[in-house]
């Protein structure tokens, strides 16, 4: 077997063995790449992406500091090592690599852009600004130079200006997604929220699954006062269970929920929202204002009790979870969590056991959820409890 064909076969093996999660045997055949051709420094490049994406940043930047060694204008190794540099929080350094680039190869745009956005995350916005313009003279016919231009436009709040830029991309590439979606985002910007809508709607029939978009969509619905339409945009959202952890949407939802005047169940969202961004006194005091409005909505007591086990408030969420109960019986989650509660923080196993017991009543595919060392005493063929678990 020749060199190459070994090369070949042993990066296809290190890029198998990254996927298959087995660093080492990747790590070890991008090594023998390198061994048997020092000089090529693409081997090198590639181990180096191999370390970044195994969170081995400073092996990286030592391997990328080889390469620079011998070539100190190589434009991948200095493009991976600026974004290393801004993974940790130094954006000066990273923009003297993007300045080298530039004076190496100044059509060299993405690194333009890379430069600007830089600039954009430090509020630099004209020397941002200034960024896009220089790539602009090399290729004034980008449609992604003007719609990053739009986008820095916005984030300075020159917002006509940004509109133009925008337009200017669409007048070069008429159905970018991107664009479309910058479009919307700059009119809901400039409180022309149903210009916005219509926009947004535009984006969406290119790309319809588009989460961020619909989330957007809800809220230039709430600005419009139609509730209706933005909650079933956030719900439409909330179906996919990559999106059940995402604030935006309990808010969205939540807001909704208020203006078409299901008041508690708006503040339990927007609380679910706050508990999930970790600010938990702002959660409480929407639990506890959803408690106000209808102290006999279960949800409410359920949401303070697993707020309240968060902040490791066991017996007061023990008292949150049975009063959910008192009101509703039958809510499996809240015997759950009792359950867990009990066993595990309570010091109540019998109690925690006969609750885990009853949820299984009513759900007994909860069985497979449970610890494995509950399993065998929560026998999901003997689920029905009759004793009085108030």
């Not at 296809?12 to 990747?26: C, I, V, Y």
């Not at 807001?255 to 929202?273: C, K, Q, Y």
């Not at 086990?309 to 959910?324: F, G, P, V």
Request: charged fraction near 30%; proline fraction near 4%; hydrophobic fraction near 40%.
């Amino acid at each position: 077997m020749t060199d190459n064909a070994r090369i070949a076969r042993m990066k296809q093996k290190a890029w198998s063995m990254l996927d298959a999660k087995r660093p080492d045997e990747a790590l070890a055949a991008f090594k023998e790449c390198i061994e048997l051709e020092p000089n090529n420094l693409n081997h090198q490049i590639e181990y180096g992406v191999a370390l970044y994406k195994l969170g081995h940043l400073d092996e990286c930047l030592s391997v990328l500091d080889t390469i620079l060694a011998k070539e100190p204008n190589h434009i991948l190794a200095l493009n991976n090592k600026a974004r290393i540099l801004i993974d940790r929080d130094k954006p000066t350094e990273a923009l003297a690599l993007y300045r080298q680039i530039l004076n190496t190869d100044p059509k060299h745009t993405r690194t333009w852009i890379k430069a600007a956005q830089l600039m954009a995350s430090l509020q630099r916005f004209d020397k941002a600004d200034g960024c896009i313009q220089e790539a602009l003279a090399v290729t004034p016919d980008d449609p992604e130079l003007w719609r990053e231009r739009a986008i820095i436009a916005r984030n300075a709040k020159k917002l006509e200006d940004a509109l133009q830029y925008i337009d200017n991309a669409l007048d070069k590439k008429s159905n970018d997604f991107s664009s479309k979606t910058e479009r919307a985002n700059i009119l809901a910007a400039l409180g022309k929220f149903n210009d916005a809508i219509d926009a947004y709607k535009l984006a969406l029939h290119i790309k319809s699954d588009d989460h961020d978009v619909k989330v957007s969509l809800g809220f230039a619905y709430l600005a419009v006062n139609n509730p209706k339409d933005a909650l079933d945009a956030f719900e439409a959202v909330m179906k996919e269970p990559t999106q059940k952890n995402n604030p935006k949407v309990w808010d969205g939802r939540g807001l909704a929920f208020i203006a078409i005047g299901e008041t508690a169940r708006g503040l339990v969202n927007r609380g679910t929202a706050a508990m999930i961004e970790k600010r938990f006194e702002d959660a409480s005091k929407l639990f506890d204002a959803a408690i106000e409005a209808n102290p006999k909505f279960p949800e409410a007591w359920s949401n303070k009790g697993v707020l309240l086990e968060k902040q490791n408030e066991y017996e007061a969420a023990a008292d949150a979870y049975r009063h959910a109960l008192d009101l509703d019986p039958g809510a499996v989650i809240c015997m759950h969590n009792l359950g867990m509660l009990y066993v595990y923080h309570l010091d109540r196993r019998d109690e925690g056991l006969r609750w885990l017991k009853n949820t299984l009543k009513y759900d007994p595919q909860r069985w497979f959820k449970l610890p494995s060392e509950l399993r065998s005493e929560v026998d999901a063929a003997k689920y029905i409890d009759n004793g009085d678990l108030k």
